[in-house]
C-alpha cells in the first residue's frame, strides 16, 4: 500500500474514529457509484455521516484490503468488510489522492451472498 492516507483511513475506520476517518479527505472530495448513481455524493461531512450511521449498525465492523495496485494517483483497492450478524460485503474500490488527501472514491462493492449457487457452466471444474 504506497498510499499513507489510505492505510490511515483503513486504520481510522477499524479503529471506529470518526475525526481520523473523515481528516483523510479532502474538501473537494466526491464519492462516486457508477452502478448505483444515486448513492453518489460529495464532501467529507457526508463521509462522516455515511460512517457514524454505518458504525451505529455494525458496530463490530472491520474491513482489509485482500489486494491492491497503485497506477499513478490511484489506489485500485479489493476491499472485505465484515459485518457480524450479516451478510459481508467485498469489492473494488478506487481512490484518487491529491497529495496527503483523499479527493475520490469510486466504489463497486457488493453484499456476499449468503448460499452458494451453482457452477453456471455445468461439466466446467472451478
Known sequence: ?????????IDA?????LDALTATFAEDFSSLWPAHPARSFDTPEQVRRNWEFI?????????SVTNSVVS???????????RPGTADMRGVIII???????????FYMEEVEASVLPNPMPGVEG
Open 1 to 9: 500500500m504506497e498510499f499513507p492516507v489510505v492505510r490511515r483511513l
Open 13 to 17: 475506520i477499524n479503529a471506529h474514529d
Open 55 to 63: 458504525l451505529t449498525q455494525f458496530p463490530e465492523i472491520r474491513i
Open 72 to 82: 499513478g494517483d490511484e489506489f485500485w483497492g479489493e476491499f472485505h468488510y465484515v
Open 96 to 106: 484518487k489522492v491529491r497529495g496527503d488527501e483523499i479527493i475520490q472514491s469510486r
